[in-house]
């Protein structure tokens, strides 16, 4: 008989570094001109990482805004 390991559910830190790759790369796709303006919906916590989003991408010179609405949401650009 097959025995099945443990399964493990992503930690919150999981879901933040995930919700902040997704930052990072809207920065980048502003950054190299492939998009002039990204929004982020359907974040796992934008609320909470909304601080860290603001310095990075004013760090890259990129306009940043959080959207309050039906749930929230992160725009990113465009390049300042």
């Known amino acids: 008989m ?3 390991g443990p399964f493990l559910l992503p930690s ?3 879901a933040l570094d995930a919700d ?3 930052v ?11 998009a002039v ?3 982020l919906v359907g974040l796992n916590d934008a609320d909470t ?6 310095a990075r991408a004013q760090l890259a010179n990129i306009d940043f805004r959080v959207d309050h609405g039906a ?4 725009t ?3 390049a300042v």
């Open 76 to 78: 990113i650009g465009p």
């Open 2 to 4: 097959d025995t099945a």
């Open 37 to 39: 303006r990204v929004r």
């Open 20 to 22: 902040l790759r997704e």
């Open 12 to 14: 919150a830190d999981d």
């Open 49 to 54: 990482i909304a601080p860290i989003a603001l």
């Open 24 to 34: 990072d790369a809207a920065i980048e796709m502003v950054a190299r001109g492939l």
């Open 71 to 74: 749930t929230t949401s992160l």
